[in-house]
Nanobody
């Protein structure tokens, strides 16, 4: 599975960005795609995930109501719409692919088998 992330950039607080992750090579059956983020010196943390077939979504509490994850089945692409961005959202964002995802582990970094390159999101105050 190969993942290609795009869409990062610099935005002022309160602004919006849309990240995209194009996936290829996966079965997309019982799988999930997720977004994680990492600040230098800190652990990578779960942000959002979506189950490919059902579209069920999962979010980090601090982004609920501001971020929306969605998928385009035809294009095998997952989007992360980020609204009302805050300086604390500044991080490198990574998309990842979880084969055979189950609900109890969909937020677990070590359950993701494939990772895209990161894309920098910077929110200025």
């Amino acid at each position: 599975v190969q993942l290609q992330a795009s869409g990062g950039g610099l935005v002022q607080a309160g602004g919006s960005l849309r990240l995209s992750c194009e996936a290829s090579g996966g079965t997309f059956s019982n799988d999930a795609l997720g977004w994680f983020r990492q600040i230098p010196g800190k652990d990578r943390e779960f942000v959002a995930a979506i189950r490919w077939m059902s579209g069920i979504t999962y979010y980090l509490d601090s982004v609920k109501g501001r971020f929306t994850i969605s998928r385009d089945k035809a294009k095998k692409t997952v989007h992360l719409q980020m609204n009302s961005l805050k300086p604390e959202d500044t991080a490198v964002y990574y998309c990842a692919y979880n084969r055979g995802a189950i609900t109890s582990t969909v937020r677990s970094l070590d359950q993701y088998d494939y990772w895209g390159q990161g894309t920098q999101v910077t929110v200025s105050s």
